[in-house]
């Protein structure tokens, strides 16, 4: 599976912004999908998973009710909408592919993004 983020850019607090991943494979839809992040001198966090058909989404504490991840299967593609953005939200944002595992554990996914950065003014 090859992932392509998109969607990043600089935002004012407050604001909004919708992530796309659009992947390529025929894994794509067997596959649970994840948004982390990372921010400069930070590791890399899980931010929001969704499972292969999209029953059952999982977020981070720090985005629940502000973000929410979605995929279309049929466009092998998995977003995340980012509201009511804060400073803190500001780092480069990844998205992955698993097949198997703990779905909010980076360790779990098999392939990833390349990274977009999101950027929130205050």
């Known amino acids: 599976v090859q992932l392509q983020a998109s969607g990043g850019g600089l935002v004012q607090a407050g604001g909004s912004l919708r992530l796309s991943c659009a992947a390529s494979?025929?894994?794509?839809?067997?596959?649970?999908m994840g948004w982390f992040r990372q921010a400069p001198e930070k590791e890399r966090e899980f931010v929001a998973g969704?499972?292969?058909?999209?029953?059952?989404?999982y977020y981070a504490d720090s985005v629940k009710g502000r973000f929410t991840i979605s995929r279309d299967n049929a466009k092998s593609t998995v977003y995340l909408s980012m509201n009511s953005l804060k400073p803190e939200d500001t780092a480069v944002y990844y998205c992955?592919?698993?097949?198997?595992?703990?779905?909010?554990?980076?360790?779990?996914?098999?392939?990833w993004g390349q990274g977009t950065l999101v950027t929130v003014s205050s």
């Open positions: 992955a592919a698993g097949l198997g595992g703990v779905l909010t554990n980076k360790r779990a996914y098999d392939y």
């Open positions: 494979g025929r894994t794509f839809s067997r596959s649970f």
């Open positions: 969704i499972t292969a058909r999209g029953g059952s989404t």
